[in-house]
């Protein structure tokens, strides 16, 4: 039988395979012949529950690092490692990527990189100097760049992030710089510390102030002031 082909029953008569043929070339076909299949009395999953104990695994996850899966399946270059780490890379992970030099607002981009961008670029339009830090790891942070950044004079430092304002990247820019002694304005753009409604990411995501469009009203609400 071919893929996708219907087995005939014995109660299938020439009229209806007949009409499972007819269907068939419009890619349809009848619910009935695998309904019994698809809602069983009791579950056919071909899934199957396990465990994985990190002190048995940690020696595989560590030998998988020596694979490039990615150069085999053709999704970078080989040549591309070379840039590893590097600001202008498409693989800055090793530690915190800064963009544009001399910028008066900094951002975190943790979880929030696509909206960040949009922001810095409205608000470039705009003539505000707008830098980024991207942040791909809260821990390991990177405290010396953080540190540099925000020792600028006349720094707006903001930390933007879909995460709860209590305990994420916020707090650990905020603790980093009081560790130093810099203290630059600093705002935080994250989620309430509450139980928040459910709903389509967009109206939710703006209702909490962290879409793009919510962000550039907060920043340059905090720039007037």
């Known amino acids: 039988m071919q893929e996708g082909a219907i087995a005939p029953s014995p109660s299938d008569t020439p009229e209806r395979l007949a009409f499972y043929a007819r269907i068939g070339e419009k890619n349809l076909a009848p619910l009935w012949t695998s309904l019994a299949e698809l809602v069983t009395p009791e579950p056919r999953s071909p899934c199957r ?15 998988a690092g020596d694979y490039a899966v990615l150069i085999e399946a053709g999704i970078i270059p080989e040549d591309e490692l ?15 990527a800064s963009y544009t030099p001399g910028m008066e607002i900094s951002g975190g981009s943790l979880g929030q990189g696509l909206a960040i961008a949009e922001v810095a670029d409205a608000l470039r339009k705009d003539r505000i100097e707008v830098g980024v830090l991207h942040s791909p790891t809260i821990k390991p942070l990177d405290a010396a760049t953080i540190i540099r950044e925000a020792s600028r004079p006349g720094r707006l430092v903001v930390v933007a992030e879909n995460h709860s304002v ?14 130093a002694g810099v ?43």
């Open 183 to 225: 203290a630059p304005v600093f705002r935080q753009i994250a989620l309430p510390d509450a139980f928040l409604d459910a709903g389509a990411l967009p109206t939710l995501h703006d209702r909490h102030g962290i879409s793009a469009e919510a962000m550039g009203r907060s920043i340059r609400e905090w720039l007037s002031k």
């Open 82 to 96: 070379e840039t590893y780490g590097a600001d202008d890379s498409r693989l800055p992970m090793s530690a915190m």
């Open 49 to 63: 529950p396990a465990a994985w104990r990190f002190d048995e695994i940690r020696a595989a996850m560590l030998e």
């Open 166 to 179: 209590v305990g994420g990247l916020g707090e650990a820019v905020a603790a980093t710089l009081l560790r």
